[in-house]
């Protein structure tokens, strides 16, 4: 699964159950698919580098 960008990357990683019931936004849906799809490995990757510095504060920031 590739992200175009980093907002892409992190609205699906972000994704909670009530951002699938928004028919009108497809990102949603592409990630729900892919995530539930995987069978053994999910691999995820973006086009724009990604600190992970960043990519910590950004997960964790809405916990």
Do not use: H, P
């Amino acid at each position: 699964m590739i992200a175009e960008n980093r907002k892409q990357f992190f609205k699906w990683l972000n994704m909670k159950r009530d951002d699938l019931k928004n028919e009108k936004d497809e990102e949603y849906r592409l990630g729900y698919v892919a995530f539930s799809r995987a069978k053994r490995v999910l691999a995820l990757a973006c086009l724009e580098k990604i600190d992970f510095t960043e990519l910590r504060k950004d997960i964790f920031e809405e916990i």
